[in-house]
């Protein structure tokens, strides 16, 4: 089934740097999407990138998609404290018959000491 | 719009009880899902509703889960008989098309002791 996976699990930046994280998937989608959760909160949409875009920015966000390998990145700039959250990719099938099970990854772990 | 709204926020409750669920999705989204998150296994597909038609309930871990939307404004995902291992934080989303982005609710905190 569908299903993009986040990677690293986990990192770890001074205030400051710069985060890159990734997402690879597994079949044609229609867009890709990330996500961001803090602690303890529902997740909240950040971006959407459709499959015929190759870059999309917003504020310190920059994703870029790769339609040829299957992948997605997600920068943030100039990271803040307040960036520490996890970060969700989700992959939304192409649409074939109207089936829109979208499905999400397991999470990237932002962690941006002050 | 308030958002999409989820109650109760916190529910603990013992073993065998009914519990239910309730979401209320932001007016004009015609589609709605259910998902549930554990550490063990993530954020979790449970069911999902477009225009109130459940329409994939695959993710739906067995029988004692159940879910409904009556109207395009409300839906309740109810476990019954509830069991230690559904305890999860359970969220509700809505979109306006089902390939778009998802709005979240703030999340039921279910523990079943």
């Keep these: 089934s569908q299903q993009g996976e986040e990677d690293p699990q986990a990192l770890s930046i001074q205030e400051g740097e710069n985060a890159t994280m990734n997402c690879s998937y597994k079949t044609s989608i229609n867009n890709l999407q990330w996500y961001r959760q803090n602690s303890g909160r529902g997740l909240v949409h950040l971006i959407l990138i459709r499959s015929n875009e190759r870059e999309k920015h917003s504020g310190r966000l920059r994703v870029t998609l790769d339609t040829s390998k299957k992948s997605s990145s997600l920068l943030i700039t100039a990271s803040r404290a307040a960036d520490t959250a996890s970060y969700f990719c989700a992959t939304p099938p192409f649409n074939s018959g109207g089936y829109q099970k979208v499905t999400f990854g397991t999470g990237t772990k932002l962690q941006v000491i002050p | ?113």
Aim: glycine fraction near 8%.
């Design chain 2, 1 to 113: 719009d308030a958002g999409v709204i989820q109650s109760p926020r916190h529910e603990v409750t013992e073993m065998g009880q009914e519990v239910t669920l309730r979401c209320k999705p932001i007016s004009g989204h015609d589609y709605l899902f259910w998902y549930r998150q554990t550490m063990m296994r993530g954020l979790e597909l449970l069911i999902y509703f477009n225009n109130n038609v459940p329409i994939d309930d695959s993710g739906m871990p067995e029988d004692r889960f159940s879910a409904k939307m009556p109207n395009a404004s409300f839906s309740t995902l109810k476990i019954q008989p509830s069991e230690p291992r559904d305890s999860a934080v359970y969220f509700c989303a809505s979109s306006q098309g089902g390939s778009h982005e998802q709005y979240f609710g703030p999340g039921t905190r279910l523990t079943v002791t």
